[in-house]
């Protein structure tokens, strides 16, 4: 078998024992949370009533039967039914994702169309004030609190200046313009920062230098050989962070009453209702297993010095 088969096999295996751990740890945290019963059923509710609501749902039986029922019903695509609403708790939780991925890819585009122009001018313009601004403004966008960014842009662009929507999707593609900038923020300070960081490193190779001896004019140098080069340690990042903006929207998405599966699953934990989160949190977990996969295959395709094996 060949190294690339051995390290797909591999990479499965250990993709399905971090599911398997991501399973038990939201399992056992959720039952430990509370009684969900208590929530679900009326004020007034006897003893009696309580019990037989217990057993109608399985929530009598022994934590460990209850996990097996669970990771049973997993393997067969059955996450079960919302304790609130009846549903089903799988479709539940995969409606929510077109929304969330929208809003992932919008701070996506975001973070590297402003970070990528911003890394390299900083990196070209090295110790000067262009330099010291663009990675002050790095820095402060690394700073910023999530929720403080978010509700300081609806204050200025919704409230004051009214020219964005505050919440929702009515407003089509301009209902995803603060948001997305409030979930990119971080990302792409940190994108920028790193892509200075490599650039430099790489212009002060070997390579380089051959090649501006040769004659190459600073723009080929920059853009086909340094850059290239740079920007492949960011491909891993880009990667690790669209699965970090899909599983960490859920402030983001609770700010701007955003109808994705952040916002679903901040809901379901309020209400305890456990089929909900454990489905909405494998469904996040596995696209994040998922992603960094193709990521490091990726890997072996941008440069071919990786060994897979």
């Given at each position: 078998?060949?190294?690339?088969?051995?390290?797909?096999?591999?990479?499965?295996?250990?993709?399905?024992?971090?599911?398997?751990?991501?399973?038990?740890?939201?399992?056992?945290?959720?039952?430990?949370?509370?009684?969900?019963?208590?929530?679900?059923?009326p004020i007034d509710t006897t003893a009696e009533e309580l019990e037989a609501l217990r057993k109608l749902h399985g929530l009598d039986r022994p934590l460990?039967?209850?996990?097996?029922?669970?990771?049973?019903?997993?393997?067969?695509?059955?996450?079960?039914?919302?304790?609130?609403?009846?549903?089903?708790?799988?479709?539940?939780?995969?409606?929510?994702?077109?929304?969330?991925?929208?809003?992932?890819?919008?701070?996506?585009?975001?973070?590297?169309?402003?970070?990528?122009?911003?890394?390299?001018?900083?990196?070209?313009?090295?110790?000067?004030?262009?330099?010291?601004?663009?990675?002050?403004?790095?820095?402060?966008?690394?700073?910023?609190?999530?929720?403080?960014?978010?509700?300081?842009?609806?204050?200025?662009?919704?409230?004051?200046?009214?020219?964005?929507?505050?919440?929702?999707?009515?407003?089509?593609?301009?209902?995803?313009?603060?948001?997305?900038?409030?979930?990119?923020?971080?990302?792409?300070?940190?994108?920028?920062?790193?892509?200075?960081?490599?650039?430099?490193?790489?212009?002060?190779?070997?390579?380089?230098?051959?090649?501006?001896?040769?004659?190459?004019?600073?723009?080929?140098?920059?853009?086909?050989?340094?850059?290239?080069?740079?920007?492949?340690?960011?491909?891993?990042?880009?990667?690790?962070?669209?699965?970090?903006?899909?599983?960490?929207?859920?402030?983001?998405?609770?700010?701007?009453?955003?109808?994705?599966?952040?916002?679903?699953?901040?809901?379901?934990?309020?209400?305890?209702?456990?089929?909900?989160?454990?489905?909405?949190?494998?469904?996040?977990?596995?696209?994040?297993?998922?992603?960094?996969?193709?990521?490091?295959?990726?890997?072996?395709?941008?440069?071919?010095?990786?060994?897979?094996?």
């Open positions: 078998m060949s190294n690339f088969w051995s390290y797909i096999i591999r990479r499965a295996w250990q993709s399905l024992t971090i599911l398997l751990g991501v399973s038990i740890v939201v399992f056992f945290l959720m039952h430990l949370s509370g009684d969900p019963i208590r929530l679900l059923a460990p039967v209850q996990y097996w029922n669970f990771l049973s019903g997993v393997l067969r695509g059955d996450f079960g039914k919302s304790l609130r609403s009846g549903e089903n708790a799988l479709h539940l939780a995969l409606e929510r994702v077109p929304a969330t991925a929208r809003l992932a890819l919008t701070a996506l585009a975001f973070s590297l169309i402003v970070a990528l122009p911003f890394g390299v001018l900083a990196a070209v313009k090295r110790n000067t004030w262009i330099d010291r601004t663009v990675m002050g403004a790095a820095l402060i966008g690394q700073s910023m609190p999530v929720f403080w960014l978010g509700i300081l842009l609806i204050l200025v662009f919704a409230v004051n200046l009214g020219v964005l929507p505050a919440t929702g999707t009515r407003a089509g593609w301009r209902s995803l313009i603060l948001p997305g900038i409030t979930l990119g923020m971080f990302n792409m300070a940190r994108t920028a920062r790193l892509l200075r960081s490599e650039l430099l490193e790489v212009l002060q190779a070997e390579y380089i230098m051959t090649a501006r001896a040769k004659g190459m004019s600073a723009r080929v140098v920059l853009w086909r050989h340094a850059f290239r080069n740079a920007v492949i340690p960011l491909v891993t990042l880009i990667g690790l962070d669209l699965g970090a903006l899909l599983a960490g929207s859920v402030i983001t998405e609770t700010i701007f009453a955003w109808p994705g599966i952040g916002r679903l699953s901040v809901n379901a934990i309020y209400g305890r209702d456990y089929p909900v989160v454990q489905a909405a949190v494998l469904v996040v977990a596995s696209i994040y297993v998922l992603i960094n996969f193709l990521v490091d295959l990726s890997y072996a395709f941008l440069n071919p010095r990786v060994n897979l094996s």
